[in-house]
């Protein structure tokens, strides 16, 4: 009995941390920068450095990263130097994929403690925003044009913009709604107002844009410079010039 209680204190000992441990170890801090949420577009890199702080140089931490829940190659990131007063770990996710966009967790583990100090931060990989128009809009002269432009955005997009290709004057300009639409408005429009459109659609990342052309119907203007040239003594030949 006594060689049995030996080895049960033996164990026991070996999980017991002293209060000034506990007291040392509840001063560490692991602090991520970006803080995120991360938004970042597909192919760009982010890089995340995470910052250790409240260490005692006689403890020892081993650095790891999770993506989702698994660990994360330790070739892809830096280790904290412990030497260093402020020792940080740097992950770079380069060429983003969509399948990129999760949870990234930045530990100091050390060996033997079940509540490691830990930061985490959200990456989320995202489309260039994308403009869509219709090919051609046809309208009478006269009437009211409205060219409608839909987007697939995310972050949603901050500004929509309108220009004549032509003369790339900005016809519109303004940020989009729900009561806000993407069109744009030409009332009693013109011949001279038919011709190529760009809508162009931003948000806090990118930009897209797609061009539509407009056609002013119209009816025909009577011919000019008409002239007659005789051919014989029924017959005359027309010419004129088309307007």
């Known amino acids: 009995m006594p060689s049995l209680l030996l080895v049960l204190s033996a164990v026991l000992s070996l999980n ?3 209060s000034s441990d506990l007291a040392c170890y509840a001063q560490v801090m692991v602090t991520c920068d970006p803080a995120g949420p991360v938004e970042r577009l597909i192919a760009s890199t982010v ?3 995470c910052a250790l702080s409240g260490h005692d140089s006689g403890y020892s931490f ?3 990263w999770s993506f989702k829940g698994q660990e994360i190659d ?3 990131f830096s280790s904290f130097d412990l030497n260093d007063n ?3 770990s740097t992950l770079a996710l380069t060429a983003l994929a969509l399948d990129d ?3 990234y967790t930045c530990i100091a583990d050390r060996i033997g403690d079940p509540d490691d100090p830990m930061d985490t931060v959200v990456v989320n990989v995202r489309d260039p925003p994308v403009a869509m128009v219709d090919a051609e809009f046809r309208f009478a002269e006269g009437k009211t044009a409205t060219l409608s432009c839909s987007t697939e955005s995310l972050p949603a997009p901050v500004s929509i913009k309108w220009t004549n290709k032509d003369s790339e004057e900005v016809l ?3 940020t989009p709604n729900p009561s806000n639409p993407l069109e744009l408005i030409l009332p009693n429009v013109t011949r001279e107002e038919s011709g190529e459109y760009i809508c162009t659609v ?3 990342l990118s930009s897209g844009e797609a061009t539509t052309t407009l056609v002013v119907l119209c009816p025909p203007s009577p011919p000019s410079e008409l002239t007659s040239i005789p051919l014989n003594e029924t017959s005359i030949k027309l010419k004129w010039s088309v307007p």
């Open 16 to 18: 017991v941390w002293s």
């Open 47 to 49: 890089v995340i450095t």
């Open 62 to 64: 081993v650095t790891k």
């Open 74 to 76: 330790t070739s892809r």
């Open 86 to 88: 402020s020792p940080t």
């Open 101 to 103: 966009s999760g949870l």
């Open 172 to 174: 519109l300009e303004e």
């Open 202 to 204: 931003s948000n806090e």
